[in-house]
């Protein structure tokens, strides 16, 4: 699987983005999703996640309420809404492929290459 990442950039406080994460590979539907962020001197830390079939989808308490993960199997894609962004989103985002269901990185098989989001106070 190769995922490529999109749509991050910079936003003021308060607005929304949605980041989008296309897939390549036939097996796309059959993995668990998740997208990590890494701020500048920070480690990587996870966002949110999705299983294979839609359900369930859990999320970090730093996001929860404001972001929202789905899926879109038949075009092979993962997104990421964000909305009531904050400085504090400030980060590289990441979308990830996984057969585990996971909030850490390591069980995460295939890394996209990473989106920026930049978010002025």
């Known amino acids: 699987v190769q995922l490529q990442a999109s749509g991050g950039g910079l936003v003021q406080a308060g607005g929304s983005l949605r980041l989008s994460c296309a897939a390549s590979?036939?097996?796309?539907?059959?993995?668990?999703m998740g997208w990590f962020r890494q701020a500048p001197g920070k480690e990587r830390e996870f966002v949110a996640l999705?299983?294979?079939?839609?359900?369930?989808?859990l999320y970090a308490d730093s996001v929860k309420g404001r972001f929202t993960i789905s899926r879109d199997n038949a075009k092979n894609t993962v997104y990421l809404e964000m909305n009531s962004l904050k400085p504090e989103d400030t980060a590289i985002y990441y979308c990830?492929?996984?057969?585990?269901?996971?909030?850490?990185?390591?069980?995460?098989?295939?890394w996209g290459q990473g989106t920026l989001v930049t978010v002025s106070s």
């Open positions: 990830a492929a996984a057969q585990a269901i996971s909030t850490i990185p390591r069980p995460y098989d295939y």
């Open positions: 999705i299983s294979w079939t839609g359900r369930p989808t």
């Open positions: 590979g036939r097996t796309f539907s059959r993995y668990n």
